[in-house]
């Protein structure tokens, strides 16, 4: 039986160089802003909660003591840990895992980071969860994400094209939702910072070697869809178009 864990080693162990030195994931203003909150702070220990290609935990490495960058997959680990040792950041060690169990002691991270990350865990609630289980009292977590819009017509859109180019997604979960899942971690919202993210279609697809099929579909859907989902998302006739994100900072409590 194939997991989702499975699906998710799959479609990112091979794309793990992709991912170290895609340009939307190595920039922006919520990669900055991540950095700002860990300068602010100088945390002692800090998790980088689906580290993907480790762009957060580079971030953070300049302002902890020390960084943990943790994924499910042990491609991106291997180089994440490569990528690190060429930056001379000897700070930041890799461990591999499920957001949903982090094997960690309780209040083990001053600052818990996670971008990119969660519209592929399998339970947004006990990833949620984990995080606020090992933030010390005190601490900051932050959640950067594509979010779906609260109408469901331009969710679905969303949510179809997501699956169609990658298999492991999940969900992108609307500000509603993240803030009810935020509560029931026991994480309390201090600030919530939304952004729009332009994305350049080939490069988007090429980044996670959808297959030409699935390419094809998503064009054809693109092509389908309402005026209002195409003004929203900006479709371009490239198919290059502009997601919602959504950074939510938080402490326990």
């Excluded at 994400?145 to 990658?166: G, K, M, N």
Aim: proline share 4%; glycine share 6%.
């Amino acid at each position: 039986m194939k997991t989702h864990e499975a699906v998710v080693n799959a479609q990112f162990g091979a794309q793990a160089n992709a991912y170290l030195v895609s340009a939307v994931h190595a920039s922006g203003e919520d990669l900055a802003a991540i950095a700002a909150l860990a300068a602010a702070r100088r945390p002692g220990a800090a998790l980088d909660l689906g580290c993907g290609g480790g762009h957060v935990s580079f971030a953070l490495a300049a302002h902890a003591a020390s960084v943990t960058a943790y994924d499910l997959s042990a491609e991106m680990l291997a180089v994440v840990a490569g990528a690190a040792a060429e930056r001379g950041l000897a700070n930041v060690t890799t461990r591999q895992g499920v957001a949903e169990a982090l094997p960690f002691a309780d209040a083990s991270f001053d600052f818990v980071a996670s971008r990119f990350s969660a519209h592929h865990w399998r339970d947004l609630r006990a990833g949620l969860r984990e995080a606020a289980r090992v933030l010390r009292p005190g601490g900051v977590a932050v959640f950067a994400d594509t979010v779906a819009p609260p109408d469901a017509l331009l969710d679905t859109a969303l949510q179809a094209i997501e699956l169609l180019r990658d298999p492991s997604h999940v969900r992108d979960y609307a500000r509603a939702e993240w803030e009810a899942a935020l509560a029931a971690a026991g994480l309390r919202v201090t600030r919530v910072t939304a952004r729009r993210l332009p994305l350049d279609f080939a490069t988007w697809v090429a980044r996670m070697r959808t297959p030409a099929v699935q390419v094809a579909a998503i064009r054809a859907l693109q092509a389908a869809v309402s005026e209002e989902v195409r003004q929203h998302y900006e479709i371009a006739t490239d198919g290059s178009f502009v997601l919602d994100t959504l950074m939510l900072e938080c402490t326990p409590g």
